[in-house]
């Protein structure tokens, strides 16, 4: 199976946030590291598909189990 590589406007669909938290995420080291596109001298980057969706559902996760501390 071939893994998609998702854009940034994609990705802020997939995980419902705007541009700057995304960034603001990315910056603090708490979103997962996309990967580089094109040859040296670009600046295109995208992410997995497989590995956004493993992110979604490990916030999911996180957020049921500290509902379920409350």
């Not at 669909?13 to 960034?23: A, E, N």
């Not at 603001?24 to 001298?41: C, H, T, V």
Request: no cysteine; aromatic share 6%.
């Amino acid at each position: 199976m071939t893994d998609r590589i998702l854009r940034r406007q994609e990705v802020q669909q997939l995980v419902g946030l705007p541009r700057s938290t995304l960034y603001a995420r990315i910056a603090a080291g708490e979103f997962p590291k996309s990967i580089k596109l094109g040859g040296p001298n670009s600046r295109s980057v995208g992410w997995r598909e497989s590995v956004i969706q493993k992110w979604i559902e490990d916030q999911a996760e996180a957020n049921h189990q500290h509902q379920s501390a409350a």
